[in-house]
């Protein structure tokens, strides 16, 4: 099993310019969640899908964010435009149910210049 | 606010040395219970779970966890840390009956000196 895939593993990107962060659950997963790992907030759940419908996004910081799921093997989150505020490490994670155990992929790390 | 906490934000031992590691957590109510690791560079693996039965649960590399529901804590142990168990540990709290929602501690980080 592949596991959970993210890309691109590292961004580089300017004030202003739009970032798409994608991922690929595990094949079988149902849920799929996005987090924001930063060193002043820690893990925080941004939003999570249930078979591709979302289900909370209680988490996303604000307009500029948004995210996707138009099919069980895709997701993406998009930000636009970002700002340095943005810069952390992004997480993607899946699960069989939205009450299991959720495996999380590599993660993209976003440096917003 | 309801929230997961733990105690130590780093832990620095000695190759040997027994480890435990607290974690609260502010929810009443059904909850499943987690503890992550996150080694160097690397992204979240499970360390151990807790959703129901034995309170004291077994995960891998010598890991144990005791969920005590009177004190609301799922504090991680190993009788014996190796330098390889240098890594941040997340405790994470999903509410049985909120679906999805993951809910993270702020972490401890541990270093094992050699």
């Known amino acids: 099993d592949a596991g959970v895939i993210q890309s691109p593993r590292h961004e580089v990107t300017e004030m202003g310019q739009e970032v798409t962060l994608r991922c690929k659950p595990i094949?079988?997963?149902?849920?799929l969640f996005w987090y924001r790992q930063t060193m002043m907030r820690g893990l925080e759940l941004l939003i999570y899908?249930?078979?591709?419908?979302?289900?909370?996004d209680s988490g996303m910081p604000e307009d500029r964010f948004s995210a996707k799921m138009p099919n069980a093997s895709f997701s993406t989150l998009k930000i636009q435009p970002s700002e340095p505020r943005d810069s952390a490490v992004y997480f993607c994670?899946?699960?069989?149910?939205?009450?299991?155990?959720?495996?999380f992929g590599p993660g993209t790390r976003l440096t917003v210049l | 606010a309801q929230s997961v906490s733990q105690h130590n934000h780093h832990v620095i031992l000695s190759e040997a040395a027994s480890l435990e590691l607290g974690c609260n957590y502010s929810?009443?109510?059904?909850?499943?219970l987690f503890w992550y690791v996150q080694y160097p560079g690397q992204h979240l693996q499970l360390l151990l779970k807790?959703?129901?039965?034995?309170?004291l649960v077994k995960g891998i590399k010598g890991f144990e966890a005791e969920f005590i529901k009177s004190k609301f804590s799922f504090n991680l142990r190993k009788p014996s840390v190796q330098w390889s168990d240098t890594a941040e540990y997340f405790c994470?709290?999903?509410?049985?009956?909120?679906?999805?929602?993951?809910?993270f501690g702020q972490g401890t980080e541990l270093s094992v000196k050699p």
């Open positions: 994670a899946s699960s069989t149910t939205s009450g299991n155990t959720q495996y």
């Open positions: 094949s079988g997963h149902n849920s």
């Open positions: 899908f249930n078979n591709n419908v979302p289900i909370d």
């Open positions: 929810y009443g109510g059904t909850v499943n």
């Open positions: 807790y959703f129901s039965g034995d309170p």
């Open positions: 994470a709290v999903l509410r049985g009956r909120q679906g999805g929602k993951l809910i």
